[in-house]
């Protein structure tokens, strides 16, 4: 695996550590000398075989905590009382039953008690988040510096929220207020921890800006609106937590896909004009497009307009 976008935040006059990646934290494009950048070397990747296996089981824990977090916060329900326990039978599930992927492999995908099927979205939950964790591991976690250690939990924290506003608003259709504000709150707060600051100010600025005018062209010209208030926080939000330069190719990128993916689910019956199609999963899409490959695509835009 490769590490290399560039540490642009360094002074100077600073100590180069060549495998931090910025994640997009300067404001202002500049061209990009991947030759100073070193790679992983094999001996490297070795020795982070047992770390990154450590970051998986992490990642897939937290998916576990995440299916818990998009069934129960659309229903109101508290997150810690009652434990686990199947919807259809109620009977509590057991610690062995309850491990990720595991349990559903060794179950093959029922309850154990009813009989009745577990739905394959929780392991699939899992592993998008125990590798999307490991991709953070090694995009991000390329030595023991504070400034490295402080830009990948930064991003497992980007990652763990993303992923259930995606499913909630696929499955709900709305894009509860405590991950918006958390995703914006915890931009800003990181942002300022990693001398990131104005650019996360400013990407929360120009997201809610942008997707506020969008709503108000939208409420004018369309008889239903096909975003609401949750699509204008979690765009501030995004925009906190990746800076101003990478939000706005976030943001194009989610209308891109959002018109490729709408138009194929209209031109397949799938989706009528009148259904509405969430926006979230767009931009969460483009969102973790841009937090791995947003300052290469970035660095070949610019090398062919320069
Ligand atoms: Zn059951």
Same mark, same amino acid.
């Given at each position: 695996?490769?590490?290399?976008?560039?540490?642009?935040?360094?002074?100077?006059?600073?100590?180069?550590?060549?495998?931090?990646?910025?994640?997009?934290?300067?404001?202002?494009?500049?061209?990009?000398?991947?030759?100073?950048?070193?790679?992983?070397?094999?001996?490297?990747?070795?020795?982070?075989?047992?770390?990154?296996?450590?970051?998986?089981?992490?990642? #897939?824990?937290?998916?576990?905590?995440?299916?818990?977090?998009? =069934?129960?916060?659309?229903?109101?329900?508290?997150?810690?009382?009652?434990?686990?326990?199947?919807?259809?039978?109620?009977?509590?599930?057991?610690?062995?039953?309850?491990?990720?992927?595991?349990? =559903?492999?060794?179950?093959?995908?029922?309850?154990?008690?009813?009989?009745?099927?577990?739905? #394959?979205?929780?392991?699939?939950?899992?592993?998008?988040?125990?590798?999307?964790?490991?991709?953070?591991?090694?995009? =991000?976690?390329?030595?023991?510096?504070?400034?490295?250690?402080?830009?990948?939990?930064?991003?497992?924290?980007?990652?763990?929220?993303?992923?259930?506003?995606?499913?909630?608003?696929?499955?709900?259709?709305?894009?509860?207020?405590?991950?918006?504000?958390?995703?914006?709150?915890?931009?800003?707060?990181?942002?300022?921890?990693?001398?990131?600051?104005?650019?996360?100010?400013?990407?929360?600025?120009?997201?809610?800006?942008?997707?506020?005018?969008?709503?108000?062209?939208?409420? #004018?010209?369309?008889?239903?609106?096909?975003?609401?208030?949750?699509?204008?926080?979690?765009?501030?939000?995004?925009?906190?937590?990746?800076?101003?330069?990478?939000?706005?190719?976030?943001?194009?990128?989610?209308?891109?896909?959002?018109?490729?993916?709408?138009?194929?689910?209209?031109?397949?019956?799938?989706?009528?004009?009148?259904?509405?199609?969430?926006?979230?999963?767009?931009?969460?899409?483009?969102?973790?497009?841009?937090?791995?490959?947003?300052?290469?695509?970035?660095?070949?835009?610019?090398?062919?307009?320069?």
């Amino acid at each position: 695996m490769v590490c290399c976008q560039r540490n642009e935040r360094e002074e100077p006059n600073e100590p180069k550590e060549p495998n931090i990646p910025s994640a997009g934290l300067t404001a202002s494009p500049k061209p990009v000398r991947y030759k100073e950048q070193s790679e992983f070397s094999l001996k490297q990747a070795k020795t982070l075989t047992i770390p990154a296996l450590f970051i998986l089981a992490i990642g #897939l824990a937290i998916g576990s905590f995440l299916n818990v977090c998009i =069934y129960r916060i659309p229903r109101g329900e508290s997150l810690l009382y009652p434990a686990s326990h199947c919807p259809i039978c109620q009977t509590p599930i057991k610690w062995y039953d309850n491990i990720p992927v595991i349990s =559903y492999l060794l179950l093959r995908g029922r309850c154990r008690k009813c009989s009745s099927p577990i739905s #394959l979205r929780y392991p699939l939950i899992e592993v998008l988040t125990g590798l999307l964790f490991l991709l953070t591991f090694y995009f =991000y976690f390329s030595s023991l510096s504070l400034s490295s250690f402080l830009l990948f939990i930064k991003n497992l924290l980007f990652i763990s929220l993303l992923i259930p506003i995606l499913f909630i608003d696929l499955k709900e259709q709305i894009i509860p207020n405590r991950f918006s504000y958390t995703l914006l709150a915890g931009g800003l707060i990181f942002g300022f921890l990693t001398r990131f600051f104005l650019p996360a100010v400013l990407g929360a600025g120009i997201g809610a800006g942008l997707f506020l005018i969008i709503l108000f062209l939208g409420s #004018l010209f369309l008889k239903e609106a096909g975003m609401g208030m949750g699509d204008v926080k979690l765009a501030a939000g995004m925009g906190a937590f990746l800076g101003w330069k990478l939000a706005l190719l976030c943001f194009f990128l989610s209308f891109l896909l959002g018109a490729v993916i709408a138009t194929i689910l209209l031109v397949t019956h799938l989706k009528g004009r009148r259904d509405r199609i969430p926006f979230a999963p767009f931009l969460v899409g483009a969102g973790f497009i841009c937090l791995f490959f947003g300052e290469h695509l970035l660095d070949f835009y610019f090398g062919l307009v320069w």
